[in-house]
């Protein structure tokens, strides 16, 4: 079966720093790779997906992610911390039968 | 847009009762799921239909039930609560038929439910 792990359930950046919030998969097959936001009292939202077209995805808010098939991989990255980005992050994997959510990881950002 | 509205928003239950979590979705999706979400343990599927007329049972079924009563519409009914089942539930749908695949799924706000 597959699974999310997520590292780390609270990463804390300043403004303006790096963000980088870790997520490894396990999958039998190529599987599709997403990362969803969820924002206080608000359902979750697609940040981006990888689906095999291309290794590093774009996503909506200035987000990317880069998949390495090697290391297992669909780590989330952002250039420069904005206090809007404080939210929960959730890696998903799917292989077409199942899709599975990882625990989450909680961004604050601090001004 | 509306999307996918859940109803309610928040729901206090004592053990035993009875409750229906509604869901409606306006982008004649084929897909419909029910979440739960607790701290520490991401979301987990609870039930999906991959098409009107069809349920099945996802990672955490146990204790609950569900309708897909048409196209738009999809509830989960907890037919006696149980403190175990306090939890965030999300409603979430997609286009395409299969319980999951590559394609997003869209997220209701989500109901926050207490059982005492």
């Known amino acids: 079966a597959q699974s999310v792990t997520q590292l780390g359930s609270h990463v804390s950046v300043s403004e303006g720093a790096l963000v980088l919030l870790r997520c490894n998969y396990s999958?039998?097959?190529?599987?599709?790779l997403f990362w969803y936001v969820q924002y206080p009292n608000q359902g979750l939202q697609l940040l981006l997906k990888y689906t095999s077209a291309a290794t590093l995805v774009k996503g909506i808010n200035g987000f990317e992610a880069e998949f390495k098939k090697s290391e297992t991989s669909f780590h989330l990255t952002k250039p420069s911390a904005h206090m809007s980005d404080a939210a929960e992050y959730f890696c998903?994997?799917?292989?077409?039968?199942?899709?599975?959510f990882g625990a989450g990881t909680r961004l604050t950002v601090k001004p | 847009n509306a999307g996918v509205t859940q109803t309610p928003k928040f729901q206090v239950l004592k053990t035993g009762q009875s409750m229906t979590l509604q869901c409606a979705q306006d982008?004649?999706?084929?897909?419909m799921y029910w979440y739960r979400q607790d701290p520490g343990m991401g979301l987990r599927l609870i039930y999906y239909?991959?098409?009107?007329?069809?349920?099945d049972k996802g990672e955490v079924p146990n204790g609950y039930n569900v309708s897909r009563l048409n196209k738009r519409e999809f509830s989960l009914r907890l037919e006696s609560a149980a403190p175990s089942q306090t939890s965030v539930y999300f409603c979430a749908s997609s286009e395409a038929r299969f319980p999951a695949t590559n394609e997003k799924l869209f997220f209701g706000s989500g109901t926050q439910l207490s059982v005492l």
């Open positions: 239909s991959a098409s009107e007329g069809t349920t």
């Open positions: 982008m004649n999706h084929n897909s």
């Open positions: 999958s039998s097959v190529p599987p599709y």
């Open positions: 998903a994997v799917s292989d077409l039968n199942d899709m599975r």
